[in-house]
């Protein structure tokens, strides 16, 4: 038995030294490569944060292919607003229902509106909510612009494709 104390001993002291010399692994170690910073200053070991250039966008993106609903952006108050405030279309006063949409397409809009004592009012818009451009209005909107630029999917609501 007095053999195997003396290797116990030896094998507790190369247990003891490997464990001394155990840390972080090699990857996971601060770098000493020093990073120089726009000032010049080459202290700080970690590199900065890329800064973005440019906000991302809010508006939503909607598929080209088919329509869906533009859930409020824009809204149906927009589109008549815009209608109101760009054509003679609709009174400038009083409610105007807005019966089918807006239905969004790439960033095109359909929308059907009604106005009391008046026929239905297809509007056929474009952009973003905040600056919706009016391509064309009326009982048929299947005008030859609307036609060779807008997306499948507002051809497919206007019934521009039968």
């Known amino acids: 038995?007095?053999?195997i104390r003396p290797?116990?001993?030896?094998?507790?002291?190369a247990a003891i030294l490997l464990a001394a010399g155990c840390g972080k692994p090699p990857?996971?170690?601060?770098?000493g490569v020093p990073v120089p910073s726009p000032s010049g200053d080459t202290r700080s070991t970690r590199p900065r944060l890329p800064v973005p250039t440019a906000t991302p966008s809010?508006?939503?993106t909607f598929p080209d292919n088919y329509y869906v609903a533009c859930l409020g952006n824009p809204s149906g108050d927009q589109v008549v607003a815009t209608v109101r405030a760009k054509t003679k279309l609709l009174p400038k006063t009083g409610t105007i229902a807005v019966t089918t949409g807006p239905l969004c397409s790439g960033m095109w809009q359909f929308t059907i509106v009604q106005a009391p004592g008046k026929d239905s009012l297809v509007v056929v818009t474009k952009g973003p909510?905040?600056?919706?451009?009016?391509?064309?209005?009326?009982?048929?909107?299947?005008?030859?612009?609307?036609r060779?630029?807008?997306?499948?999917g507002l051809l497919a609501a206007a019934r521009c494709d039968a």
């Not at 990857?27 to 770098?31: C, K, M, V």
């Not at 060779?148 to 499948?152: F, K, L, M, R, V």
């Open 58 to 60: 809010t508006a939503p």
């Open 1 to 3: 038995m007095p053999r």
């Open 27 to 31: 990857d996971l170690r601060e770098q």
């Open 148 to 152: 060779t630029q807008a997306p499948a």
């Open 129 to 146: 909510a905040t600056a919706l451009q009016i391509v064309t209005a009326g009982s048929d909107v299947c005008t030859i612009t609307v």
């Open 7 to 13: 290797l116990a001993a030896v094998a507790a002291t």
